[in-house]
Structure formats: structure tokens, C-alpha cells
């Protein structure tokens, strides 16, 4: 899948996760949580033909991260209140264990770990760790990422460090199915925002 699917995906299952009784503020900190977690498996891809593709799924995400942010800090800072109560320990040791799963990320060949359940679990509780209301909507993007790789023809490397992978073989990525997700993520993502504001 490219990466702008990948990011339409995670904030959809983050907003729909999420509900629209959560209101706007957690739902815009849920989109960006959901955007984040799901471009975080690609961190491995170094693509020289297609360098611009990729960064732009990365800066989508972190604008998306910083507006929920913001609408965040802006309604009360359940972020801030959140970390505060947690206490210094479980901040640094989230912070060194999200430090270290993205060099191991970054320095992963493609699909490998950092498109494993370990990884999954991995960032899921080092951002638990350093801000815990992330947690679920990261997580589930990062879990859209795996479900979605697995729908094309090369191995998802689930069980890393174990050999072998899943690979559907259904779709290739830029193809018709490609398309017809991304356009089921925004319009469920569309309605997720439109029953928010109902």
C-alpha cells in the first residue's frame, strides 16, 4: 500500500476506535496518534526513485500528530496531566524505548521488524509509557499497516525474528485495490468526523 493509504487507514480506525462521544479534541489526538502508528512501519524504506512519495505520508502524519497536539493542549491537556501523574521513570524509560525501536526500525531491511507483532507491542508500550492516551490510537495504526501489507504479494514479517511471512497476494501496492481502501479509509474516517460533529 502507499503511504498516503497507510496514513487514511490508521487515522480511520483511530477515529472510528475512538467514537464520536470522545469529542473533537480526543478525536483529533486519536487521528494523529492513529497517522503516526501507521507510518511508523515504513521507517525502514529507503526508496531513492521515489523519495518525495514517502516523506509526504511522514510530514501528513506529524502534522496530524502536532494538531491533535495542540487541540489537546488547547481543551484541558489530557497529554500533559497524563505524563505528570505518571512520574519521571516510566517517562524516560518510554522515551529510551521509543528511541530505540526507531533506530531498530530505521535500520531494518523492508518488512522485516519493524513490520512484526514484537514491534507492534513494542512501540505500543513505550508510547503507553510517555503518553498514554496515544497508546490505543497508535497502536491500531501500526496494526492497519501490518493488516494492510499483508494483502500484497510480498512477505509481511509477522513473526520476526522467525523466517518465512504473510502475503496474501491480493493487491499491489499503487494498484486498484490500493485505491479503493484509500477511498474506504477517508470516507470512514468522513463519517467518523461527521457523527462527531452531529
Known amino acids: 500500500m502507499t503511504g498516503r493509504t497507510h496514513v487514511a487507514a490508521g487515522v480511520a480506525v483511530a477515529l472510528l476506535a475512538a467514537g464520536p462521544a470522545a469529542g473533537l479534541p480526543a478525536l483529533a489526538l486519536a487521528a494523529g496518534g492513529g497517522a503516526v502508528g501507521a507510518t511508523i512501519p515504513d521507517l525502514d524504506v529507503r526508496d531513492p526513485a521515489h523519495p518525495h512519495r514517502d516523506c509526504l505520508a511522514r510530514v501528513a502524519s506529524a502534522a496530524l500528530l502536532v494538531a491533535g497536539l495542540a487541540a489537546d493542549a488547547a481543551s484541558g491537556g489530557t497529554l500533559l496531566r497524563a505524563a505528570s501523574s505518571a512520574g519521571a521513570a516510566p517517562l524516560a524509560l518510554g522515551a529510551l524505548g521509543l528511541a530505540g525501536l526507531l533506530c531498530a526500525t530505521r535500520l531494518s531491511s523492508h518488512r522485516a521488524f519493524s513490520h512484526s507483532l514484537l514491534a507492534l507491542a513494542g512501540y505500543a508500550a513505550a508510547t503507553h509509557l510517555l503518553a498514554a492516551p ?15 501489507d499483508a494483502l500484497n504479494h510480498r512477505a509481511v514479517r509477522l513473526l520476526w525474528p522467525l523466517r518465512g511471512g504473510v502475503a496474501l497476494g491480493l493487491c499491489r501496492t499503487g494498484g486498484v485495490v490500493d485505491s479503493c481502501v484509500l477511498v474506504a479509509a477517508l470516507a470512514a474516517a468522513g463519517g467518523a468526523l461527521w457523527r462527531a460533529l452531529a
Do not use: D, R
Open 134 to 148: 496515544l497508546a490505543l490510537p497508535v497502536a491500531l495504526g501500526f496494526a492497519s499497516h501490518l493488516a494492510l
